[in-house]
């Protein structure tokens, strides 16, 4: 079979500058995604806020900067509330410049979860396709995602099935886990160290029932991310005795790895319906086990007992006798789960088989919407 490479537009979050640690997880999927699509040989432009910079192994990308005023996080907004586009936004600047370079391109994949390009979707020619990053934190977002896979079911594809399970969708989801460039993480057998958390500082990720956990085991908890809700993080230290949290920061990801792959046990505490939850993945990549709430991506991603384990959420209790046992957990098989099935190369692959699949089918025919 002959290989054609394709010519992608790849649209970056309106949130936040690539590199920033304010997409989340996004920025990750972003670079894994980018290495991984170019080593199977497509060219790909990248759309980006200004200020946004990739890491190494992405200089190939044709990296375009785009200014313009951030677009507030979804997932801090009423539910029922309106879509917002602030004056100057760079969201719309994000999706001129996608729709005219789109117009020569044979594909633009959108990871901004946001209204305006899953609205546009339908009613362009341009074949625009979604990685969906959070589960239905806004009934607009529900809505609008529900009722566009309906019609182009093909262009839209979901992190876990749980995630996907938010949005009501009439026909099966397309579920492309993700993937990390396992190269940068270092394998510790080291099951000795400190108990760990990693994310971004907010409600939604429930850092205080580890630290409740850290504080009936009389332990310390390192805590890495960026302090997305200060008030909340000021909150959740003054609920444990003091020294029970050692704020780490934001790190690289090889400076993350070096000292989360130290920890005995990564603690995920999630809140809302976590899409995937990158973080799992990378503490197992360096062989530390989890110890999560079963909600969202987490219950996917861990094997109960063989690579950490899973208890009912918000189960402080349930959770700080799992951190207890994770010594029963060998780590080389949290490295190997990783390595079967959440690699750089199994995620560009499922994408690219996604793509190669959504520019088959002919929505012309189907959608009333297209003239
Ligand atoms: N992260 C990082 N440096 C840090 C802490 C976190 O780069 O010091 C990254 C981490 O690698 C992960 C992201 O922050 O990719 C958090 O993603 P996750 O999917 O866990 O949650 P989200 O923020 O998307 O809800």
Redesign the pocket.
């Known amino acids: 079979m002959s290989f054609t490479p394709l010519k992608i537009i790849l649209v970056s979050t309106p949130v936040g500058c690539l590199g920033s ?1 304010r997409g ?5 999927t972003i670079s894994s995604l980018i290495k991984g699509l170019l080593s199977l040989g497509h060219s790909i432009t990248m759309l980006a806020p200004e200020g946004s910079v990739l890491p190494p192994g992405c200089e190939q990308v044709d990296l375009r900067q785009v200014s313009g005023v951030q677009q507030p996080s979804w997932q801090h907004r009423e539910y029922s509330g309106p879509a917002l586009i602030p004056l100057e936004g760079v969201l719309p600047r994000l999706w001129q410049q996608a729709l005219e370079l789109g117009a020569s391109a044979d594909a633009v994949v959108n990871f901004g979860y946001d209204w305006l390009p899953i609205w546009l979707t339908p009613r362009v020619k341009q074949r625009l396709f979604h990685l969906i ?1 959070m589960g239905g934190v806004s009934r607009i977002m529900k809505e609008l995602i529900r009722d566009v896979a309906r019609s182009h079911n093909s262009r839209f594809a979901f992190h876990t099935k749980r995630q996907a399970s938010d949005f009501l969708l009439h026909h099966q989801p397309l579920i492309v886990g993700n993937g990390f460039d396992l190269s940068q993480y270092e394998l510790n057998l080291n099951s000795r160290g400190p108990l760990g958390w ?3 500082i907010a409600p939604e ?1 429930g850092l205080e029932d580890a630290a409740a956990v850290a504080t009936a085991l009389q332990d310390r908890l390192l805590v ?3 302090i997305e809700d200060s008030a909340y993080a000021k909150r959740v230290e003054a609920s444990v005795p003091p020294g029970t949290i050692e704020w780490r ?5 090889i400076d ?1 790895q070096r000292e989360l792959g130290n920890c005995r046990a990564l603690i995920n505490t999630p809140k809302w319906n ?1 899409a ?4 799992i993945v ?1 503490a197992m990549a360096c062989g530390v086990p989890v110890v999560a709430y079963n909600r969202g991506g987490p219950g996917e991603l861990i094997n109960s007992g063989v690579t950490g384990w899973l208890v009912e959420p918000d189960d402080v209790e349930a959770l700080k006798l799992s951190v207890m046992k994770v010594n029963e957990i060998d780590r080389l098989a949290c490295r190997n789960w990783v390595e079967k099935y959440a690699s750089l190369d199994v995620f560009a692959k499922h994408v690219e088989d996604w793509i190669l699949h959504g520019l088959e089918v002919n929505y012309s025919e189907n959608s009333s919407l297209i003239s």
């Open positions: 640690g989340g997880g996004v920025e990750l990053s990693v994310g971004r990720k890495w991310g960026l920061g934001f790190h690289s990801t993350l976590e995937y939850g990158n973080v990378e």
